[in-house]
């Protein structure tokens, strides 16, 4: 199996790792199994499955990582609010969900449904009719629904051309469709995951249109509730940002994290799919201590990750 780095040295070589990904479990297109599968076939020997608000698909996707070989993280990824942001934290959870992180699943869960309610009010009166039942037909199943199945539903009714027309215009940070107000606080999601034994990452920190300052603000308040990574990579981004995120992180001995928050097959994004981590003195999740046990880090080489 591919050795994971103690540290990023700047090699353009893709990493075999993925540490944000999505399945039928939530709004992802492939069952976690056929998921395992592809990071299998993508050369992956490490990966988490992060479905939002639910760790239903683990259990699938353990057992088909296990029989592929690959070495699987169980994870999960949490809604929350911050300063009136949609704010989304990935729990990487060597230990499984368990503590306080099990009511506060149960309870996103109930949220989700609440949220869905109010989205398909929002989105019949731009013309959508039936909007839940027609967002339940997007989904396939009576996983709690997401934005991106009323998304698809607007699509298949031919409101808009495409899932991106339907963001920009719908349900988009700001739009009809955000709904936050039924999340935690970002501060309570965080101490599930670490009560729970696990590693709290700040998801995709560059996707908030925030300015240099207030994603400073955010990352203070993320490591002041006990956040201990940020997403540095997720998918492809310029490398002058991720080296100012990297110094961001640096200055608040958080670690960094990847992932490629992968949701269906034919995108410009695959597992594992994300730009090249430059040379940078920020270290990787994985030699945190409560994942180096788990993705296998030997002991010399976690020695020398270390803060």
């Known amino acids: 199996?591919?050795?994971l780095p103690a540290r990023f040295e700047g090699d353009p070589a893709p990493l075999s790792i993925d540490l944000h990904m999505h399945s039928t479990a939530s709004d992802g297109a492939l069952p976690p199994a056929e998921?395992?599968?592809?990071?299998?076939?993508?050369?992956?020997?490490?990966?988490?499955?992060?479905?939002?608000?639910?760790?239903?698909?683990?259990?699938?996707?353990?057992?088909?990582a296990t029989r592929e070989g690959l070495v699987l993280i169980p994870g999960t990824e949490l809604s929350t609010r911050w300063a009136g942001i949609n704010i989304h934290v990935v729990g990487l959870l060597p230990r499984g969900a368990r503590g306080p992180l099990v009511e506060g699943l149960a309870s996103q869960a109930e949220a989700r449904t609440r949220r869905a309610e109010r989205i398909a009010e929002r989105m019949e009166k731009v013309g959508l009719a039936d909007a839940l039942q027609r967002a339940r037909e997007q989904a396939g199943s009576d996983r709690p629904?997401?934005?991106?199945?009323?998304?698809?539903?607007?699509?298949?009714?031919?409101?808009?051309?495409?899932?991106g027309t339907a963001f920009k215009k719908h349900m988009g940070d700001g739009k009809a469709g955000d709904v936050k107000a039924l999340w935690p606080e970002l501060a309570e999601a965080v101490g599930w995951i670490v009560a729970a034994g696990g590693v709290a990452v700040l998801a995709h920190p560059l996707r908030h249109g925030l300015t240099r300052r207030k994603r400073g603000l955010l990352l203070d308040a993320f490591r002041a509730a006990?956040?201990?990574?940020?997403?540095?990579?997720?998918?492809?981004?310029?490398?002058?940002?991720?080296?100012?995120?990297?110094?961001?992180?640096?200055?608040?001995?958080?670690?960094?994290?990847?992932?490629?928050?992968?949701?269906?097959?034919?995108?410009?994004?695959?597992?594992?799919?994300?730009?090249?981590?430059?040379?940078?003195?920020?270290?990787?999740?994985w030699t945190h201590p409560r994942l180096a046990d788990v993705v296998g880090l030997p002991r010399a080489t976690r020695d020398a990750g270390a803060l």
Do not use: K
């Open 1 to 3: 199996m591919y050795p």
């Open 35 to 64: 998921l395992v599968s592809l990071c299998r076939a993508r050369g992956l020997t490490h990966l988490a499955l992060t479905d939002h608000d639910t760790v239903a698909g683990v259990a699938e996707a353990s057992a088909a």
């Open 145 to 163: 629904l997401g934005r991106p199945d009323f998304a698809r539903a607007l699509v298949a009714a031919g409101l808009v051309p495409d899932i």
């Open 226 to 285: 006990g956040g201990q990574a940020a997403e540095l990579v997720s998918g492809f981004q310029n490398a002058d940002v991720t080296r100012d995120l990297s110094r961001q992180l640096q200055e608040r001995e958080l670690y960094a994290s990847l992932g490629s928050d992968f949701h269906f097959p034919g995108g410009h994004l695959a597992p594992g799919s994300m730009s090249p981590v430059p040379r940078t003195a920020t270290l990787p999740v």
